[in-house]
């Protein structure tokens, strides 16, 4: 009887392995960021963080950005200079998608302002 209960108990621990093994990676998590001006997302789910979109919320005549990183690329930024209201995209790729982004608005002769990081699992 041992050998039975120890056969299921290692068949057990091998689907769990398994399954485990065949979740899907963290970064199909919705993340966004947000400064005064500037709102930045990359969505989740079934677009699995392929891209990052960058907008920009206010008429105050200050270009945003987004700075971001791929699971194969860091230091990434994208710039919308397409004014208040206006939506940045980027490329998407399915084998390099966003693994964190921040928001943030280009102030001439001033410090830039940007919200935080958002990153998979940090509970942004």
């Given amino acids: 009887m041992s050998q039975n ?4 108990t290692a068949a057990v621990a091998v689907f769990t392995v398994a399954l485990l093994g065949g979740a899907s990676p963290a970064f199909a998590e919705y993340l966004d960021s947000a400064s005064r001006g500037a709102s930045a997302w990359s969505n989740g789910g079934d677009y699995a963080n392929r891209g990052v979109a960058v907008k920009d919320t206010s008429s105050d005549g200050h270009s945003v950005y987004v700075n971001y990183d791929r699971k194969n690329n860091k230091g ?3 710039n919308n200079n397409a004014g208040s209201g206006n939506t940045v995209y980027s490329s998407e790729s ?3 998608p966003v693994t964190a982004l921040r928001a943030c608005t280009n102030k001439q002769l001033a410090p830039d302002e940007c919200g935080a990081y958002d990153r998979p699992g940090d509970g942004h």
């Fill in 5 to 8: 209960k120890s056969f299921r």
């Fill in 76 to 78: 990434l930024r994208m």
């Fill in 94 to 96: 399915v084998s390099n």
